[in-house]
């Protein structure tokens, strides 16, 4: 597969939708920014994209202005296939160029296969364009393999506790590593909460096994000079979410202290959150930090930030 960019390049992370289940719009949410997930990665002589929510749309027009007609290979690698990870790919301007090639990787859909589950979003009741009708030189290929090479870049996948299948990716760069968990529950806070609404919850060995879990999901972060992660709710929010596969900031930060994280960046924020409770979010997050003595560095995924690694 041909590189998109050729010269040497900074290594580099870009936000373009940070909110977690539907797009939120509004007065309310300008600072950090209404749509679903979507990064844009750039280094190694590759264009990756994390996620394909309502924010690929804003990054394709961005694409296509940079690109300017000229060729652009694309690998899209998708977390799992809830509407707030795939909504946005529709809307993807360069998927409609046939000089464009766009590798689409992932692991099955929750009840299909995945090109199933992609397509499907754009049969005719919900969109007046087929998937096999868009010219960009489209593949899809459903991983098995949780280690895979991107050009020069190596990535790792770990599954995750949410409903349905949904990994997170590792990205080992030749600058520093990134980790994206767009969406988990915090294995050890759902197991031993009396609401989880399953027959082994609370049972010494239900907790012993989501500590194992737990444990396995530091080690995937270890070290990342980048973590970006499910922190949609507080504490307090939490208790009426038992279940439904997302974070509280806390156990978030948890996560990234043991696992020696250079940077995290809380992550999906909740659709009914104002730029206010994000922002009240981060400064709690840093508190706990500051509690605990640690030196992780904190912020909260806003709409066109650029990290350079
Ligand atoms: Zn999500
Ligand atoms: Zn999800």
């Known amino acids: 597969m041909p ?47 994390l996620d394909a929510g309502s924010g690929m749309r804003p990054l394709g027009l961005s694409l296509a202005r940079e690109f300017k007609g000229k060729p652009m290979s694309v690998t899209l690698l998708i977390t799992h296939t809830h509407w707030d990870h795939i909504q946005g790919f529709p809307f993807f301007v360069p998927a409609y160029m046939p000089q464009n090639s766009i590798r689409i990787l992932g692991y099955e859909g929750a009840k299909h296969g995945l090109e199933e589950t992609l397509s499907g979003q754009m049969e005719s009741p919900y969109f007046p364009i087929g998937m096999n009708q868009m010219p960009g030189n489209i593949v899809i290929q459903e991983l098995r393999d949780l280690q895979f090479n991107i050009g020069k870049i190596k990535i790792t996948a770990a599954y995750m506790n949410h409903p349905g299948i949904c990994v997170g990716y590792r990205l080992t760069t030749s600058a520093g590593s990134i980790v994206y968990i767009p969406d988990n529950e915090n294995f050890v806070r759902f197991k031993a909460h009396p609401g989880a609404n399953q027959a082994d919850t609370q049972s010494k060995a239900a907790i012993e096994y989501a500590r194992k879990q737990e444990q396995k999901q530091i080690e995937f972060i270890q070290g990342a000079d980048i973590l970006v992660i499910d922190s949609q709710y507080d504490t307090q929010e939490y208790e009426s ?29 909740d659709p009914t959150h104002s730029d206010e409770k994000v922002s009240q979010m981060l400064e709690h997050a840093r508190q706990l930090v500051k509690a605990q003595g640690a030196d992780l560095c904190v912020d909260a995924a806003r709409e066109s930030l650029e990290i350079v690694l």
């Not at 997302?246 to 696992?259: E, L, N, Q």
């Open 3 to 49: 590189s998109s960019t050729t010269r040497k390049e900074p290594v580099r992370l870009k936000f373009w939708g940070v909110r977690g289940s539907i797009p939120t719009p509004g007065p309310e949410t300008v600072h950090y920014g209404g749509n679903t997930a979507c990064l844009e990665f750039r280094g190694d002589g590759e264009l990756i994209i």
């Open 241 to 269: 979410h038992v279940g439904w596969g997302h974070s509280c900031v806390d156990d978030s930060v948890t996560m990234g202290i043991k696992g020696r994280v250079k940077k995290l960046f809380l992550f999906h924020h």
